[in-house]
């Protein structure tokens, strides 16, 4: 079967992310028979795209004023125009509805999260997101949830039929890792945070929670990605004294994967995830993982990491201090981390969509 994706998220993020999913449903798919993918646009600065054989235009990441303003123009029209192209299945990379009025062909949609619409505060209130994410998920003729606990929350605010969705999991973004050739990027004993640290993933919270532990434990707290701390950040850190404590550090794949495979621990102690990548790519490398117990965390942990009631912080304080305690069997966690996160992987997550794209198309 034929599916286009495309240009969206590929135009909109350089790395990580929804991207990585769909670069790799294309990869697996250029490598295995049953789907045939196409995707074809102008303009990208994404690092998946650099070498996609699908590309069919050439890559033009248009380093000028009003460049990228005009890439996404070009990218728009070449989708209108693929529309018109011989495909059985249209799956779309994000929510932007330009594509309704002139499809024909069945409609797939990837549904990651409804962060918009528990936590409106948090957006512009002109934000296009929520209003576009109704209108397609209304329109597709399947819905991919990346969890059964976002399913829930699709059905609770959206009021979309629970026949209409299937769940397939997200996989480990760091599998192709080899985890013996890593090596320490930081020498001295640290805590692990991955990604955003907005209001939703209890980022301030979790730290003036543990300022004791860092303090007495002589612990750093590395914070991997999300940009540069803020001065409002800083000034935080410093009122609680542990600003010499709190690191920052972009990451690639393989310096990430140190760092999960290096930490005392990982804490994720967000109060909402779609799905919640960086808990199977801690727990593939052994780390001895806390989640909160909210959304889909439960779900993609299972019984194989360490759970908090994120509002209270003696539940996150009692889980660091056993982690670090001298009667915690790392090795024994390790290995059952280990195991359960091999259940998540691309390939099952590129076999499971061909059978909603089958389920689609009546086959």
Known sequence: MKVFYDHQIFTNQIFGGISRIYWELMDYYLRNEGVEPDCDFFYSRNFYMLNNPLIKSSYHPLRFKGGARLGIKINEWLAKRALKKDFDLFHPTYYDPYFLEKLTSPLVMTVYDMTHEKYPNLFSGDDPTPSNKKRTLEAADRIISISHSTKKDVIEFLGIPEEKIDVIHLANSLSSIDETKLKRVHDRPYLLFVGGRRTYKNFDYT????????IDRELDYICAGSGSFSEEEKKFFKKLGIEKRMIQMDVDDEKLASLYKYCECFIFPSLYEGFGLPAIESMSFGAPTILSDRS??????GDFALYINPEDAQSLINKVENVLSSHFNKEE???KAKSWANNFSW???AIETVKTYERTLNL
């Open 207 to 214: 730290v003036e929670t543990l300022k004791d532990t860092l």
């Open 347 to 349: 390939e099952k997550m």
């Open 296 to 301: 889909s965390l439960p779900e993609v942990g």
């Open 333 to 335: 966690f390790s290995k």
